[in-house]
């Protein structure tokens, strides 16, 4: 597997990166959706939701748990924020390697409405 993703963690290509450990990486999104909008990534391979294996069931918590830190170190975890993890093309899915999408620093409304 080779995405844009992986070449950010390579540094091959730059990104504002504002979280790394041994499982995840996390920077800002090109596009930003939201005041706050940074994508956790986790280091292993898997290409999509659909992909995880049940071995790899901490993968999706390390980047849950990433994101909950990062909101509470930058002061909004109490204001709130939302996590999305969009899979496969009526998900959304643009990038196929897993990622968690973290949105934040404004009211971002009642999802589906
Ligand atoms: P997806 O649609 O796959 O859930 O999300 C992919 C996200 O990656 C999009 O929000 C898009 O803006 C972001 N993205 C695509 N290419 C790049 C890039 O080169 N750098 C960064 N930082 N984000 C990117």
Redesign the pocket.
Known sequence: MDT?FHK?IRRE?P??IVFEDEHVIA?????P?APVHV?FVPKIDIATLDDLQPSQSEVVGHLALAAAAYARREGFAEDGYRIVM?CNGDG????FQL?L?LLAGAPLGHFGT
Not at 27 to 31: E, G, P, V, Y
Not at 92 to 95: I, K, L, S
């Open positions: 844009i950010i290509i990104a504002d920077f800002r999104d090109i596009a959706q994508l969009n959304g899915q643009t990038v990622h999408h």
